[in-house]
């Protein structure tokens, strides 16, 4: 018992010398958690500004269609019960409608001053396969596998400005991958540059400390401990910074008539994901910043 309770006043005895450490150097301390927030909050812009790009690619894609239109010498009947089942076993293909050429000038007439179709028939109109894909960035194969399939004429596919979307979401994606890996390494360096300045003022205790056989782990704890709380307290405030900044963004794009187009997707959805990623990335930077820190100080 006495030793449990001799551990128990030792560990206290290190969180608190962490706790003290911070308060001691307040403003680098304060400097540390303003990095971070930043860091954190472009970090996280930018993961989130990819995430509603491959949203809205994703909508694109629903919205989108492909018209396969069928062989004029194909009758409705045999267009509609043989080539439908080839088009939908196709893997990319998410959902198929026969339209008839009868539906296909109707449909015309909707969108149309119905004047224009004066003396028009039917016959003028082919019948088609409205397809909705699954993945918008593999629209060239299915267009190609549409194409092979025996009695399909023609393919109309907006491939182009499907291309123009997953360059755009490619590009986003790979900047905000090497952004993330950047600030990262900028949120260390920083925490732990903050840190050693804590350690080059107790460099001479550290050293009596070694004299008299503190083990290497104890005399490391309180700096941990420091930077766990640094990246800890810093990854909180980004993240209530990047919910209200991500939420004042929702609502003027919502309010905005210029791009109606254009679905947010709400914090809701991403809030835990959010908080658990800053909340790692805080631990991470500052234990690993806490360690690196006072490195060079254990050397004997």
Not at 212 to 239: D, K, Q, Y
Not at 255 to 265: C, E, G, Q
């Amino acid at each position: 018992m006495g030793i449990t309770a001799m551990k128990l006043n030792r560990y206290g005895y290190l969180i608190g010398e962490g706790f003290r450490n911070i308060f001691i150097h307040g403003f680098m301390s304060f400097a540390s958690i303003t990095i971070i927030m930043a860091c954190l909050i472009v970090m996280g812009s930018f993961t989130l500004l990819d995430v509603n790009v491959n949203n809205i690619i994703d909508d694109i894609g629903d919205q989108n269609q492909l018209l396969a239109y069928v062989d004029e010498s194909m009758s409705a009947d045999k267009a509609a019960a043989e080539l439908q089942v080839k088009i939908e076993a196709i893997d990319n293909v998410a959902d198929v409608q026969f339209m008839s050429n009868t539906e296909a000038r109707k449909n015309f007439m909707e969108n149309y001053d119905e004047s224009m179709m004066e003396g028009i028939g039917d016959d003028v109109f082919r019948h088609r396969f409205v397809i909705q894909l699954t993945d918008l960035s593999l629209m060239n194969d299915t267009e190609e596998e549409i194409l092979a399939i025996d009695g399909i004429e023609k393919v109309n596919a907006p491939t182009e400005f499907a291309d123009k979307f997953i360059s755009v979401r490619n590009v986003v994606s790979v900047v905000s991958l090497v952004l993330i890996v950047i600030l990262v390494a900028v949120s260390l360096f920083i925490i732990t540059n903050t840190i050693k300045l804590a350690t080059f003022g107790r460099r001479e205790e550290i050293a009596i400390m070694k004299m008299v056989g503190a083990s290497n782990s104890f005399i490391r704890c309180p700096f941990v401990v420091e930077g766990l709380i640094l990246g800890v307290v810093g990854g909180g405030l980004a993240f209530l910074a990047q919910w209200g900044l991500y939420e004042l963004l929702q609502k003027k794009i919502a309010d905005s008539l210029a791009i109606p187009f254009v679905t947010i997707v709400p914090f809701s959805e991403l809030g835990v994901f959010v908080f658990a990623v800053f909340m790692a990335v805080g631990l991470l930077v500052g234990a690993f910043g806490g360690t690196i820190a006072i490195k060079n100080y254990l050397k004997v």
